[in-house]
């Protein structure tokens, strides 16, 4: 009897904490409105149309850290296909998967996002649901596509955000450690001086988005898992 009564007092308390962080998250969730890129995925398209991707290759998608990536000066061999779009969040990514990731049949999808999620007030449990919502739908019409999570990175315009980061990144590193065909692409760490904190030779200006040199470092962290 003693037993359930802590239990029952347990989850109280945990009951008491934890929702005003998920009403918190279900209110920042309804703030996104995936349909405000249809214009700049109608750019995709159309630009698709004029110069048709061949399928099977790798597939680049996310927000702003893939749309300002040089893949061709990166990765000069790799002809990656880039279908980011800045400050989008990965359930974005997930609406308009059937228009952007599945007509092009990638051998392997690169994501980067759950930076903005984070920003816009997403828990890193909600944030690591996010992305199954993503592999999940796109499993559905490409079942054996390889997807390659780009951790998210610390960054000094964000650092009061580096618990969630860490946390979100471990959820999301756990999930593709059980999955053969998913990968944790761990670009945090390197990004982090001795101080533990962001590495600001890394950084534009804005402390957010990568310099030449930023890129470098996830390049050379990505690389492997390209081959």
């Known amino acids: 009897m003693k037993s359930l009564l802590k239990l029952t007092l347990l989850l109280l308390l945990v009951f008491t904490f934890a929702a005003p962080t998920l009403a918190a998250d279900e209110s920042a969730a309804k703030k996104n409105d995936p349909t405000k890129w249809e214009k700049t995925i109608a750019g995709f398209e159309a630009k698709d149309k004029e110069s048709p991707p061949k399928k099977g290759g790798v597939l680049f998608i996310g927000s702003s850290s893939i749309r300002m990536w040089k893949l061709d000066s990166s990765f000069p061999d790799l002809g990656g296909l880039n279908r980011g779009f800045g400050g989008s969040q990965i359930e974005d990514s997930t609406y308009f998967a059937d228009r952007i990731v599945m007509p092009y049949e990638p051998r392997l999808i690169v994501i980067y996002a759950g930076d903005n999620d984070l920003a816009a007030g997403k828990s890193p449990v909600t944030v690591a649901e996010d992305f199954r919502a993503f592999v999940k739908k796109v499993r559905a019409k490409l079942p054996k596509v390889k997807i390659a999570y780009i951790a998210i990175k610390p960054s000094?315009?964000?650092?009061?955000?580096?618990?969630?980061?860490?946390?979100?990144?471990?959820?999301?590193?756990?999930?593709?450690?059980?999955?053969?065909?998913?990968?944790?692409?761990?670009?945090?760490?390197?990004?982090?001086?001795?101080?533990?904190?962001?590495?600001?030779?890394?950084?534009?200006?804005?402390?957010?988005?990568?310099?030449?040199?930023?890129?470098?470092?996830?390049?050379?962290v990505l690389l492997p898992f390209l081959k």
């Open 156 to 220: 000094i315009a964000r650092l009061k955000l580096m618990d969630s980061v860490c946390q979100a990144n471990q959820l999301i590193g756990k999930d593709c450690e059980a999955d053969e065909l998913l990968a944790f692409v761990d670009i945090a760490s390197p990004m982090l001086g001795d101080d533990g904190k962001p590495r600001e030779e890394l950084f534009l200006k804005d402390g957010l988005h990568l310099n030449e040199e930023g890129y470098k470092v996830w390049t050379k």
